[in-house]
């Protein structure tokens, strides 16, 4: 029952989860290609010629996964809270707390999963033929490039993992928080809604 | 006849502290006996909807008790009042809240299928709810494909199916227009004369509450007049009307 309220509740708001679903995947793809340019230590040091290079993409890559971490969080809240009034009803017609709260991990996890796929996937696809551009174009070799790289595959699954994780407390947290009458009443103003 | 609910001594004030303090109820008492269609009559901000909210299981009294079918309200954790809520308690609100990614039949046999019905009995119970209630034609259609008239008709259908002890309405009929909120009110009179359902109804609509059996007034947090239906519809109406202008909207 809880996992098919999740799957009716998500193809309702399909738009919007394609629209999140579309950022999370350009995320997850372009921090892979990051990290795996990052982590062919070869290339970097055969075509730099600065020698704190890998510095330079370290702090890169820090930045790039707050950018990411806060992407993740605001969005999966955004869509949430377009569900408030959903999970209001539920509550309202006798299904727990508990079982929202189910309906929402079980929905944050194949969000997540889907995307980490897909997105590794495509920065993958990506960095290949981006090097293979390169490569044509200005008819040089790439000395040491590999698109394929497990220490940039490892990074990307375990800190989307995590980000997905804090995200889905998170939102858990919130949904515990608010009371039902706000939940029910959502984007509905109640006449004597306390100043 | 039995009582299906009694509220003694009900307060409610929001805010915490001295500041922001709103006494929103003051003290307010009165039952409702199996098979009545009450109304409760206000202003805007007269704190009808708190009453309703309260009598809803949504919001807690500061102070007072009520018991429904016989359950003191206060006496229950979230996961009993929900329980509670889903099996004795129908709620139908202005804007419907119906779930607009499942069918008109989906909703409606929702809460039966949340106790985990056998689908056979679910089956059965909704065919001849919608029926009754006319939309019988729709229900494999979702609620964005239905008139407003059809939705609230739906909404109606999902607060009876599992035959609660009371059914709370918001001002059911706000969202409909006039022809529309005559058949629901019709409805809703003939379900409580014919099935004897209980119902409790918020409105600020004189035409909707002279369909009920019996009407409180709410002014400040208090109930100031309670009024009886002895004579038919129309004549209810005007003695509605009567009370209204001379409590001074």
Known sequence: MIIKLARTGMKGKSKDYLILFSGLICSVSVFYMFLSLSTNRDFITNNSVINSIQLVFWVGTALLSIITFFYILYAHSFLLTLRKREFGTYLLLGIKRKQIKQVAYYETTIIAVSSILIGILSGLVLSYLVSLGITKQLDIELVGFHPISLPAFLVTVVYFSLAFLVTSLWNSRKLSKTPILELVHANVQTEEAPS | MKTILTASRLKKVYGSKKSNHYTALQDISFSIREGEFVGIMGPSGSGKTTLLNILSTLDQATSGTISIDGIVLSAMNEDQLSEFRSKRLGFIFQDFNLLENMTVFENISL??????????????????????????????????????????????ARALIHRPALVLGDEPTGALDSKNATTLLETLSTL???????????????????????????????IIRELKRTQTRERFYDEIVDVVSELGR
């Open chain 2, 192 to 222: 409580n004369e014919e099935e004897q359902v209980s119902i409790a109804m918020v409105t600020h609509d004189a035409k909707s509450a002279s369909y009920c059996s019996r009407l409180f007034f709410i002014q400040d947090g208090n």
């Open chain 2, 111 to 156: 809460p039966l299928s949340l106790h985990g019905h056998p689908p056979g009995v679910i089956k059965e119970r909704v065919t001849k709810l919608a029926a009754t209630l006319s939309i019988e034609g729709v229900l494999d259609k979702f609620p964005s494909e239905i008139s407003g008239g059809q939705k609230q008709r739906t909404a109606i």
